[in-house]
């Protein structure tokens, strides 16, 4: 374990360094989960008038939507940083320092994880002035940054472990593309359960984008539903841990 | 003492013998050059020495620990600069030795006075606080091999370090490369593929064909090794009668090695000054056209070639 924190947070600075000295990211990350909320709040909006219809209005059901899919679009990509270091040598480069090899991944995912938190407390913020406020308040509102960055350091480090297995670009950007909008249609983000077809309610609960949803729907329209909140949070810290662990076995496949 | 001895490393990728048995080892203090052209196997010996690739077969130690059973102690022990420059271009330069310092556990303090003092060595301290892409390639080079020194290693790892540099650059990084050696005392271990920077930095080389070492040794005393001079001939020389030029100096006293290229002949015989006028007229009396002859020291293209019975140039291809 020596050095693993330490590591960890050095792999993490240089990310969020790298990061931060693109305007062009950082912008587009802030405003584009404002614009979904916006555009599909309008799109939808009558669906809130159909009978059965969990909330008085559209954006405040898809608001955990927009949350859960900014985490997911927000991090399910972020393993094509780690080609570029792979295509420039760089991680080479960091496989032949003493550096821990799980803090080369944990330094990254953690990057992730956090922008995406920060990027859904600011979703929080306009979803409340446009009339969707969280129940649970300013805690709730931390609550619902730990899940969504929870779900984003695990699929950061499924990403990462793709990206090392298929070291190029175009395959894993069409990998990341056919994954993400099913998984996406097959949750509650955009529609409740009970408005979907009955195979796909079968589905719908062994979905780990679900399972993010629903904590965060939990917090921001519920309160503090502690079963739920529990058993959805385990479920997503074991999915996390794993995802981990296949990126930490994708790593040493290189060094064979 | 050896810092990095290594016992018949083999690496075999789908069914080709990369390195077929190499053993080999490097002294403290000295530079020691892995030449041979592409494909010989440099790239794959280095990466199983730094711990990035395991062998198929063999070991090695460096700097005393066991590769495949110490390689964290190994990798602390170890500078590693890979031919394509890997650094963080929208890093500032102090950035990326700082980052890498902290990596080989410098605390933050050490690790900021470490990348002043390999700025101010690499005579890089105006550029210090830029991003890497506003550099020269000449000066990412710089950056790159001071990124391989933060933590003072014992042996430093240099993988084709002047490829794609222009000449400028080249000789300058040759001289930081020696003045590493000799001011820093670190011992250097380099591979590459021009002879020309093999005999100008290494005190020792091995040279690599086919994943094998065919012969290792100073430069100076390899090129004794293939045991006389080399007689160059400018020749006009259809192809076809190549073969038959080269049997009829072959079969003069003294030759040791012929070699037909398209519009040379490179002879390596014993006395090499005595041999012209019998070389020339075995030339002329086969029908060719001397239009001049010099004779020089073997070169360590002419060590590869004495070995191999090819050119660098024709093994490259």
């Keep these: ?256 | 003492m050896p810092v990095l001895e290594a016992y018949n490393l083999v690496k075999v990728y789908n069914g080709v013998r990369a390195l077929d048995g190499l053993t080999f080892e490097v002294r403290e203090g000295e530079v020691f050059g892995f030449l041979g052209p592409n494909g010989a196997g440099k790239s794959t010996a280095i990466r199983i020495l730094t711990t990035l690739t395991r062998p198929t077969a063999g070991t090695a130690r460096v700097a005393g620990w066991d590769i495949l059973r110490r390689p964290r102690q190994v990798r602390q022990s170890i500078g590693y600069v890979p031919q394509e420059v890997s650094l963080d271009h929208y890093s500032t330069g102090r950035e990326n030795l700082v980052l890498f310092g902290r990596l080989y556990r410098l605390s933050g303090r050490e690790a900021r006075r470490r990348a002043a003092e390999l700025l101010a060595l690499m005579e890089l301290e105006e550029a210090a606080d830029r991003l890497v892409v506003t550099y020269s390639g000449g000066m990412k080079k710089r950056l790159d091999i001071a990124t391989g020194l933060v933590h003072r290693p014992r042996l430093l790892f240099l993988d084709e370090p002047t490829t794609g540099l222009d000449p400028y650059s080249r000789v300058r990084v040759w001289d930081y490369i020696r003045r590493l050696n000799r001011e820093e005392g670190i011992t250097i271990f380099l591979t590459t593929h021009y002879l020309e920077e093999a005999d100008r930095l290494a005190h020792r080389v091995a040279i690599l064909d086919r994943g094998r070492i065919v012969a290792e040794g100073a430069p100076d005393a390899l090129k004794d090794a293939v045991g006389g001079d080399v007689v160059q001939m400018e020749i006009d020389a259809e192809p076809a009668a190549a073969a038959g030029l080269e049997a009829a100096l072959a079969a003069l006293r003294g030759v040791r090695r012929v070699h037909v290229g398209e519009r040379h002949v490179r002879v390596v015989t014993v006395r090499g000054p005595e041999a012209v006028p019998a070389l020339f007229r075995r030339a002329e009396g086969a029908g060719f056209t001397v239009r001049a002859v010099t004779v020089a020291r073997p070169s360590l293209d002419d060590v590869f070639f004495y070995h191999t019975g090819r050119t660098m140039a024709e093994a490259q291809r």
């Design chain 1, 1 to 256: 374990m020596r050095g693993l924190f330490s590591d960890t947070v050095q792999i993490w600075l240089r990310a969020s360094r790298l990061a931060l000295r693109q305007p062009v990211w950082v912008l587009s990350n802030l405003l584009e989960p404002v614009v979904w909320l916006f555009l599909f709040g309008q799109m939808y909006g009558s669906l809130a008038r159909l009978p059965g219809f969990p909330t008085a209005s559209y954006l405040e059901y898809f608001a955990p939507g927009v949350v859960t899919m900014t985490a997911l679009f927000g991090s399910a990509w972020s393993g094509l940083g780690l080609i570029t270091d792979i295509q420039r040598g760089t991680l080479d480069r960091l496989l032949a320092t003493p550096a821990h090899r799980l803090a080369l991944i944990l330094g990254r995912v953690l990057h992730t994880g956090l922008t995406v938190a920060v990027q859904c407390l600011i979703i929080l913020l306009v979803a409340g002035l446009m009339g969707a406020p969280t129940a649970t308040g300013a805690p709730g509102a931390l609550g619902v940054a730990f899940v969504a960055g929870l779900f984003g350091t695990g699929l950061s480090a499924l990403s990462h472990a793709l990206a090392v297995l298929v070291p190029r670009e175009d395959p894993l950007a069409a990998l990341v593309n056919f994954l993400s909008l099913p998984v996406i249609f097959v949750s509650t983000a955009m529609v409740p359960a009970n408005f979907l077809p009955p195979w796909m309610q079968a589905v719908v609960r062994y979905n780990p984008v679900d399972w993010a949803v629903e904590a965060v729907r939990t917090l921001m329209l519920d309160g503090w539903v502690w079963n739920v909140l529990a058993r959805d949070v385990l479920l997503l810290a074991l999915l996390t841990a794993l995802f981990n662990l296949a990126a930490v076995c994708a790593f040493n496949t290189r060094t064979r």
